[in-house]
């Protein structure tokens, strides 16, 4: 069964480094996501991308946040430079259908622990 | 109250037994989901119920929607040591394509063997 896949499942950093979060979404999927999940509080929605352009980003997604689509497979968040609130479990999610209206398939996630 | 709130926050049954876990929302939606995760890990989707729907099933479990309260309710039936989790409700904005997720606060469910 297609799945999302997310590396790594856990990046270290120190304050003000940059990382990159990698994603491979489900083949056929259109749209999109990431989404972030500090230790014991709501998951939180930060962007959505579909036709190579994001469609909505959250007051999270400021200018530290990027994402990017580099070729066919591949999802990439990048931070700029980490800061310690950063810390977080970072999931991608992606969805198809002509309308991007059905299930959002999330991926295990990412734990990023900033120092 | 926010967008997606589960009740109860925490619920503990004995193997066997049913789980009803509730989520209201506030604004309206395409689509409601149900995800499962289990402690530190990845969302699981469960179930997909679309505004038209009042009620779905699969396997164990039961979502209900009734939008004219803005709820949903997820009954998971004979349930094992295994569904041991937390429980989130996530909406839709109810806009045409591609809308983003909003999660509730959760209902964390144990189950003791």
């Known amino acids: 069964e297609p799945e999302v896949t997310q590396t790594p499942s856990h990046q270290v950093t120190q304050m003000g480094q940059e990382v990159i979060l990698r994603c491979v979404p489900i083949?056929?999927?259109?749209?999109f996501y990431w989404y972030r999940q500090i230790l014991g509080q709501k998951v939180e929605f930060l962007v959505s991308?579909?036709?190579?352009?994001?469609?909505?980003k959250s007051e999270i997604f400021d200018d530290q946040f990027s994402v990017e689509r580099p070729d066919g497979s591949n999802f990439t968040l990048k931070i700029r430079s980490t800061k310690l609130e950063d810390s977080a479990m970072y999931f991608c999610?992606?969805?198809?259908?002509?309308f991007g209206l059905g299930e959002q398939y999330f991926g295990p996630g990412t734990r990023l622990t900033v120092t | 109250s926010q967008q997606g709130e589960e009740d109860p926050q925490a619920l503990s049954i004995q193997e066997g037994e049913n789980a009803t876990m509730n989520c209201s929302y506030k604004t309206s939606i395409n689509n409601l989901q149900w995800y499962r995760q289990n402690s530190g890990r990845g969302l699981v989707h469960l179930i997909l119920i679309r505004s038209n729907e009042r009620e779905k099933h699969s396997g164990r479990l039961r979502v209900t929607l009734d939008t004219s309260k803005k709820s949903s309710s997820l009954l998971i039936t004979a349930s094992r040591a295994a569904d041991t989790a937390s429980y989130f409700c996530?909406?839709?904005?109810?806009?045409?394509?591609?809308?983003?997720?909003?999660f509730g606060t959760g209902t964390r469910l144990a189950v003791r063997p």
């Open positions: 999610a992606s969805t198809g259908g002509a």
């Open positions: 996530a909406t839709d904005g109810g806009k045409s394509s591609g809308d983003k997720l909003t």
């Open positions: 991308f579909y036709n190579n352009e994001i469609s909505e």
């Open positions: 083949s056929n999927h259109l749209y």
